[in-house]
């Protein structure tokens, strides 16, 4: 059985810094395409950044030199390191995963997610 379990979420100002974390268990994080998601309160989900097997990294345009996706294989853990935080950074952050050996990268395993609040 996958699961996924975010941290590392909280409050901070504008400007400040957060990483979070995602430990995955029941799957080989080197296997498959390993990403973060977030909501807002009445937005519709949105893409944030992604990492698939090869290690080959994308990242939302609003996201872009501000966020930073990485993966410990050893520890089968996603990290989101988010500087320069913004206001309209504030959302519930999801750890998501395909199925190893997706090749299209289809997120069909999901963590309960995490908050973050940014506050100006």
């Known amino acids: 059985q996958v699961q996924l379990e975010e941290s590392g979420g909280g409050s901070v100002e504008a400007g400040g810094s957060l990483t979070l974390s995602c430990a995955a268990s029941g799957y080989t994080s080197s296997r498959g395409c390993m990403g973060w998601f977030r909501q807002a309160a009445g937005k519709e989900r949105e893409r944030v950044a992604f990492?698939?097997?090869?290690?080959?990294?994308t990242y939302a345009d609003s996201v872009k030199g501000r966020f930073t996706i990485s993966k410990d294989n050893a520890k089968n853990t996603l990290y989101l390191q988010m500087n320069s935080l913004k206001v309209e950074d504030a959302a519930m952050y999801y750890c998501?995963?395909?199925?190893?050996?997706?090749?299209?990268?289809?997120?069909?395993?999901w963590g309960q997610g995490t908050q973050v609040t940014v506050s100006s």
């Open positions: 990492t698939d097997r090869e290690g080959s990294i």
């Open positions: 998501a995963a395909a199925k190893p050996g997706d090749y299209w990268c289809r997120y069909v395993y």
